[in-house]
């Protein structure tokens, strides 16, 4: 049996699976469940003992164990998307060019979406480790507000990425989710 995707191949697509998993998940808590002003207003709603201060304080340390994840989940983030580059530029690119007008249309496609996947995850990088190191104070507020549109790019492209597999499954690439994990390419063929 032939191997389609390496074993490093496959390893970071899981990693990057993985990390960006958890940190849509703490960002999507940060921003909502664990919003900082909303426990707060929680806190104020069953106390009026403490001064808002503490009630923030509270607030950020209840969360504090939740976002060291995304902080941590960001190195390894940064570390797989650097090594998937290096690999890209070494192996060659590995999904279909969106520039290539010889290949059909459902596999630029295909390629379009991992195009947009590899920019909007350079855009949350850069602009995740600007905030924690403190670049451009002056455009904080916008820099944040950029980052924080994962909220929307991550599941729009987890939306496409599961309907292509789907797609891929059911038509002309049978078995290409386990080629993913076990990099066997599949008898069905
Ligand atoms: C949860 C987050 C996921 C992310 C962020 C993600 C990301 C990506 C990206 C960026 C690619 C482009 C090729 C590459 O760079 O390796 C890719 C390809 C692929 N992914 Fe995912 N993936 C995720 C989940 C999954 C799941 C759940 C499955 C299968 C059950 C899957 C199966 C595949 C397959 C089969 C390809 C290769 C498609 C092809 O070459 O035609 N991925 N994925
Ligand atoms: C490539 C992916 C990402 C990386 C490397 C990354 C990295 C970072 C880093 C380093 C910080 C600063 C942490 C600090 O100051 O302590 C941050 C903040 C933040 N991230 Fe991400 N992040 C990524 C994706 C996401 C996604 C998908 C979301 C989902 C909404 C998200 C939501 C947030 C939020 C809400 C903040 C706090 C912003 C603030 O109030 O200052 N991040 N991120």
Same mark, same amino acid.
């Given at each position: 049996?032939?191997?389609?995707?390496?074993?490093?191949?496959?390893?970071?697509?899981?990693?990057?699976?993985?990390?960006?998993?958890?940190?849509?998940g703490?960002?999507?808590?940060r921003?909502?469940?664990?919003?900082k002003?909303?426990?707060?207003?929680?806190?104020?709603?069953?106390?009026?003992?403490?001064?808002?201060?503490?009630?923030?304080?509270i607030?950020?340390a209840?969360?504090?164990p939740?976002?060291?994840?995304?902080v941590?989940?960001?190195?390894?983030? #940064? /570390?797989? %998307?650097?090594?998937?580059?290096?690999y890209m530029?070494? &192996?060659?690119?590995k999904f279909?060019?969106?520039?290539? +007008?010889k290949?059909?249309?459902?596999e630029?496609?295909?390629?379009?979406?991992?195009l947009f996947?590899y #920019? /909007?995850? %350079?855009?949350?990088?850069?602009?995740?480790?600007s905030? &924690?190191?403190?670049?451009f104070p002056?455009m904080?507020? +916008?820099?944040?507000?950029?980052?924080?549109l994962?909220?929307y790019w991550?599941?729009?492209?987890?939306?496409?990425?599961i309907?292509?597999?789907?797609?891929?499954?059911?038509?002309? &690439?049978?078995g290409?989710?386990?080629?993913m994990i076990s990099?066997?390419?599949?008898?069905?063929?």
């Amino acid at each position: 049996m032939k191997t389609k995707f390496t074993p490093l191949h496959r390893f970071l697509h899981w990693t990057i699976a993985v990390a960006m998993t958890v940190l849509y998940g703490t960002g999507f808590l940060r921003m909502y469940w664990l919003n900082k002003h909303k426990m707060v207003d929680i806190i104020a709603s069953k106390t009026q003992a403490l001064p808002k201060e503490e009630m923030t304080e509270i607030a950020k340390a209840i969360r504090a164990p939740m976002w060291e994840w995304h902080v941590s989940f960001a190195y390894v983030m #940064v /570390f797989a %998307f650097l090594v998937r580059i290096i690999y890209m530029i070494a &192996k060659g690119i590995k999904f279909p060019s969106l520039f290539n +007008s010889k290949l059909p249309m459902k596999e630029r496609l295909q390629g379009s979406i991992y195009l947009f996947f590899y #920019v /909007f995850v %350079f855009v949350s990088m850069f602009t995740g480790v600007s905030l &924690k190191q403190g670049f451009f104070p002056e455009m904080k507020d +916008s820099i944040e507000t950029v980052h924080k549109l994962g909220i929307y790019w991550f599941p729009i492209f987890i939306l496409l990425h599961i309907a292509g597999i789907l797609i891929a499954e059911y038509t002309n &690439k049978k078995g290409i989710s386990s080629e993913m994990i076990s990099g066997k390419e599949s008898d069905l063929k």
